[in-house]
């Protein structure tokens, strides 16, 4: 028996445009239904066609309309999938989902930062299978070709293995860094040492207690008695004399410095931004990183350090006229005061964003960060966008097998927020455990999720209206109405037949409690869904007949034993707007 509700649409409705100021906006509009027929039909192959009548408040318009489908762009059309007859799922969760049951799904998405740690492509497999959705490049480490390399590796295991794992290029972004310590992995910095920092590009081997920086405008910028902090403040110094370029500092914190550092200077307590704040969010290598990177067609750029939502625009366009067949997402990362001001506008203009805690913490007071981290959450999810929480979720694992507590609870709390993904950086790159390590995000993940559905934690979270069509405004109805349906009857999966990937990513947003298949005939939306909280993505191809969409994904998904009859499922899709609620025949 399937009951569905069908909302058909003219693509010639216009509707008033929500305040733009949306962060607390409570939806004050409601698309005041609109007759809805409910069609039961006991015969799967029936296609009943039912008619609505629509009497759209305000506008002044109705009238019985017939099946308008949606608007949207054709994605690439060299990757739509072709093989009619089959369904692509990796191997992972498809045993997740043999084993386990719908249920105890990991909803958290795992980003791992790919380094000299798990380049290889067994490394990368391992990751993979321990449940890496995406694959960081980080462009601040390493050259093009080693990050080619690793692109090339990650594609193939696609290919051979059926993952969907995304990449990532992270952009190295212009604030002031420390040199790479010519080829050392690291330096120690002892209490009472005299360092010097210098524009200088020492000879190798490297002289004792010297650290290149990369700013020219470093020894005018830092005045005598300034506190110059490595990574934030991992290693302390203050300054205590200015000879030509050569910065001489005296270490008053020691700890280990790591190639290619953050420097961040302190004066009077408060963070100096010089002419380090006219520094260009996207250098000149920043450009040329970017390039490489639409060229190997990653999933997402992140960019570093974001000052405003004007450069995010930009790169946008950029990415657009180069790139017209592809759909790079652009990430946003909020690491400085600057993001801080303008984070609103900042993540409106992204495709999503990353809490970038290790340089947020060494631009803003450490005790500050968690709110902060809590505020960027938050407004993503309101704004539909997916946002990563990133650095030091679980750094002592970089040396030791086990997690601290205080690192669990750290992760805990990222999971209890309903971030879209956690990741992993040094932990990834190059620690000793990189699988133990993403083994703890995963059942960390896993545990806080069930504990929270068992709590029955259905957040009361108002979720302002996105979108600016009218169309658009019954997308996110139906995905809330969805959502809403799923948790009160309890049921196993919510199904989303989605071209672009839009749909899936509204009901992603209202992080229901069972988890979402998302149907998408694309393989790079299908790589770019696996960012996104809660959904399993899947290609196959499908038509603008909901019915026979319907039948065959059962007939796929049952003939590999991912769903058996009895399952009761929601479906919603963007080609026919409706939801339908069936029991798998
Ligand atoms: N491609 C790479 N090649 C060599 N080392 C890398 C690479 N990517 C990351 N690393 C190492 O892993 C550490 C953690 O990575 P990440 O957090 O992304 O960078 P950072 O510490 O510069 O913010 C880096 O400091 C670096 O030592
Ligand atoms: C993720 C971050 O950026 P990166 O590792 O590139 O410094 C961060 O600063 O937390
Ligand atoms: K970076
Ligand atoms: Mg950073």
């Known amino acids: 028996m399937s009951q569905s509700l069908h909302i058909f649409t003219p693509s010639n409705l216009t509707f008033p445009k929500p305040s733009s100021n ?91 930062t790919i380094g000299p740690a798990t380049c290889e492509f067994e490394e990368l497999e391992a990751l993979a299978v321990g449940g890496m959705n995406v694959a960081r490049i980080n462009m601040c480490h390493g050259t093009r070709d080693w990050h080619k390399r690793v692109i090339e590796r ?18 190295e972004g212009s604030e002031i860094r420390m040199g790479d310590l010519g080829g050392a992995s690291s330096a120690k910095a002892e209490d009472g040492e005299i360092w010097t920092f210098s524009v200088r590009a020492f000879d190798s081997p490297r002289p004792e207690r010297t650290v290149n920086v990369n700013y020219d405008g470093f020894a005018e910028d830092v005045k005598v008695g300034d ?52 520094l260009p969010t996207i250098s000149s290598k920043d450009w040329l990183d970017i390039d490489f990177g639409i060229a190997e067609g990653v999933d997402f750029i992140a960019i570093s350090f974001v000052k405003s939502a004007e450069v995010i625009n930009h790169l946008k366009s950029y990415i657009a006229a180069r790139s017209r067949d592809s759909d790079i997402a652009v990430i946003a990362k909020i690491e400085s005061v600057d993001s801080l001001k303008n984070l609103e506008e900042i993540i409106q203009a992204s495709d999503g964003a990353m809490v970038a805690r290790g340089d947020l913490g060494a631009q803003i007071p450490l005790e500050q960060v968690p709110s902060a981290q809590q505020n960027i959450v938050q407004i993503c999810r309101q704004l539909n966008k997916p946002v990563i929480v990133a650095s030091q979720l679980l750094e002592s694992m970089i040396e030791y097998p086990t997690p601290t507590r205080a690192e669990v609870a750290d992760v805990s709390e990222a999971v209890r927020q309903r971030a879209d993904a956690l990741m992993l950086s040094g932990e990834s790159a190059m620690g000793q455990y990189p699988d133990k390590a993403l083994a703890v995000l995963r059942s960390v993940s896993v545990r806080i999720e069930k504990w929270w559905r068992e709590e029955k934690c259905h957040e ?35 199904f989303v037949y989605t071209k672009t990937g839009h749909m899936a990513s509204l009901l992603s947003r209202c992080r229901p409690d069972c988890p979402i298949f998302a149907f998408t005939s694309t393989i790079s939306v299908r790589r770019r869904l696996n960012l996104q909280w809660g959904l399993i993505p899947f290609r196959l191809s499908f038509t603008d007949d909901m019915e026979s969409n319907l039948n065959k994904t059962f007939s796929l998904l049952k003939a590999r034993g991912m769903i058996k009859s009895g399952d009761l499922v929601i479906a919603v899709s963007d080609i026919l707007q409706s939801i339908q609620v069936m029991n798998v025949p």
């Open 460 to 494: 009361a979270m108002e979720l302002p209206v996105v979108g600016s069509s009218f169309s658009d405004s019954i997308s996110e109805e139906i995905c809330s109405s969805a959502a809403k349906m799923a948790n009160n009857l309890g049921v196993d999966a919510l």
């Open 154 to 171: 990650v594609r193939r295991l696609n290919e051979e293995k059926g993952f969907a794992v995304a990449i990532m290029m992270d952009t």
């Open 22 to 112: 949306r962060r607390f906006l409570v939806t004050t509009f409601s698309p005041k239904l609109i007759s809805i027929k409910a069609s039961t039909s006991s015969d799967p192959n029936s296609s009943t066609s039912p008619q609505v009548l629509i009497s759209n408040n305000g506008t002044g318009a109705s009238g019985i309309l017939s099946s308008t489908p949606q608007d949207y762009d054709t994605p690439p059309s060299q990757s739509i999938f072709s093989d009619s007859s089959s369904i692509e799922v990796d191997a992972v969760t498809e045993a997740e989902l043999k084993e386990n049951g719908f249920r105890s799904t990991r909803r958290t998405k795992l980003v791992c």
């Open 227 to 278: 506190e110059l902090l490595v990574d934030g403040g991992m290693v302390r110094f203050e300054v205590i004399e200015k000879i030509g370029p050569d910065v001489k500092c005296r270490c008053t914190d020691p700890g280990l410095m790591l190639p290619r550092a953050n420097l961040t200077f302190w004066r009077d307590g408060s963070l100096v931004r010089e002419r380090n704040a006219m």
